[in-house]
């Protein structure tokens, strides 16, 4: 990867297995690497049950990985123990997705928003006050919402207080978890510009999970896509969508829609046939392979390494390793 740019999140060979009976376990991340860039954000797409989400919360450690490790600013967050794993925790803050479930019914939205600064003990009295109506602003939403509950908010409100509180602490580094799909389209946009808007001004670094490519290419310096557990492809945005590599993210770029009625008629759709195998049981070689009309027998008996065959452009896939041999 670039040697002029300065890697915040180093992830190797991270696995996150569930176990779903005695001894069977479903490889919800299975063996993926890749590094997140300081001040970028780099999007993670793919289908839905492919371990985005899983990869996300692993990373800040919801979830304690099962192989791997991540390196946060150096330092390896599986390590850290305490006071150590506690400051992380500040530095490190996730967006959830369903803006319904992930915040608490019961709860003012001022308690909500300042529950990492009260666990970290950061203000009190006046000036916990002062900082929560300045974290409302900053998210579009008055001051005088402070003083209400949940359920008294819309969907694209809701998520600007789980934005809010995500920033309360302000973290260097934040996982979005999916953070426009439960919104009307209308509103899903007013988020990703706000988004977009804090971190020039606060110097955040994103990782932005979704399944919506067209936004993913709006908002992204990068992008990376996950199949069943595996990463395929990562490139910069302008660079995944004009030279692709791999079949499984031609098949997810001809699927987006194009406002041009003529363009989008004429244009060839790829529809995959088949099922996405079983993450329990994924299979030996390529996991994509039974789904991909250019696999070869290769494809089926050998997993590709995920490799730089471009400065910047990684990709794990035998079929484009043969048409480069042929050129």
Known sequence: MSKNKEVLVKVRNLKKYFEVDKNVYLKAVDDISFDIYRGET????GESGCGKSTTGRTIINIYKADGGSVEFDGIDIYKLKGKQKKEFTKRAQMIFQDPYASLNPRMLVSNIIAEGIDVHNLLKGEERKKRIQELLELVGLNKEHANRFPHEFS??????????RA????????VCDEPISALDVSIQAQVVNLLEDLQKKMGLTYLFIAHDLSMVRYISDRIAVMYLGSMMELADSDELYENTLHPYTKALLSAIPIPDPKVQRERQRIVLKGDVPSPINPPKGCKFADRCSMATEKCKMERPNFEEVKPGHYVACHYWREVEKQK
């Open 167 to 174: 920033l309360a602490v302000n973290p260097e580094f934040i």
């Open 42 to 45: 780099l999007g993670l797409v």
């Open 155 to 164: 969907g694209g409100q809701r998520q600007r207080i789980g934005i809010a």
